[in-house]
């Protein structure tokens, strides 16, 4: 490091604290300092606070996205034949779209090297849902996954200790710190770890609503504008989609349910939601991935392909590959059950007035479907299955949810939960977002609708 930019720690923090713009070199030394643990992580969950509300300039964010991606390796897929394209949501509830989509897309022809997180706050995380199908490797080695592209295309694995480790241990401690909801924040972390799988395009599924972390539309249009400069400097083409997170995506909310969820998806049924948004991430991921001509075309490949079982054949090789049990595909009845199931009904006349993402999430935390500490163990079977949808008209006594739990308290629990976050009202339907309502690229933004 020059003398121009030698900093002490607390220094660094200060600075930033106060509003300066810190040296790229400062910057990315007090990073490297961290990942070599000689910043401990309460001078660097200080900095992060600082950065939540100072914020990063274009500078030290590039700077930031160098240093994380940089942490570890990047890997070389050159082995594998064309173009790699890999998908990525800024965290919703019961957004499980990655479990149908990877073996869809694979399945007609683009490479799909998904590297993924776990649940992170009240959303939850591909890689706990995957690791809720019995025996399925989510570990799989550099090599172990570089040799499943080359023979299914598809690999489905966690961040390993090789790829952006700096954004893992940075992740786990936002997680916990009051840091998550910061556009610079989650752009370095989602595109580091993205750009180390070596990706030629991605596309993003960037969640607005009151269950996302930046809830406001101009905060999500930054947030994508932000991400698709960042791929734009390394060579990736992004392709944002603003979609609805002011209610849960499908029914399920728990990781096993959503992997059966997922599962009917890939047999040409599930929610008309959960499928209508697979069908429009792979739909852009095709047109990327060079195999559709244009986003129409991938969207008829798309459908046909759920239809047909030709995407569902594909998800029972990955499984078969990482050590799974396949016959879960036809029998989701091999996976994790709760013990508990408690059917939650409307309390009056009415109509959905809302179905609140982020309580809903954070009563999933609560039975133990996710973690409110670090590296808590996670229950596989538990849940909701909620079929209610705002805008529906429903009868006092009507089942809305049903919750499943491991004991009768956690049920009771989780049912007044459902019934606070579940809000039927006497006064006319409720307005909902659209489900993608913009797609942004580096050409500008385009309103879609709905
Ligand atoms: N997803 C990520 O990978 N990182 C974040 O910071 C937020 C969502």
Redesign the pocket.
Known sequence: MSEETRAVPYQTIQRKRDGAELVAGELAEFFRAYGAGTVPDYQMAAFLMAVFFRGLEPAELTALVDVMLHSGAVVDLSDVPGRKVDK?S??GVGDKVSLPLAPLVSCLGVAVPMIS?RG?GHTGGTLDKLEAIPGFRTDLTLDEFRAQMIRLRCALIGQTAEIAPL?RRL?AL?DVTGT?ESIP??AS??MS?KLAEGIDALVLDVKRGSGA?LPQLDRALLLARTMIAIGERHGCEVVALLTAMDRPLGYAVGNALEVEESLLVLRGEGPPDLRELTVVEAAEMLRLGGVAASVEEGRKLAQQALDDGRAAHQMELIIEAQGGNPAVVEDPGILAQAPVRRVVEAPEDGWIAEVEPRAIGQAGVALGAGRATLGAPIDAAVGFHITAKPGERVSRGQPLATVHARGAADAEQGAAALLRAIRVSADGPAEVLPLVSHRVTKEGVEELRG
Request: charged share 20%.
């Open positions: 990525h800024t965290g997180g992170l954004d992740y936002r998550v924040l989650i972390s989602i770890k972390f």
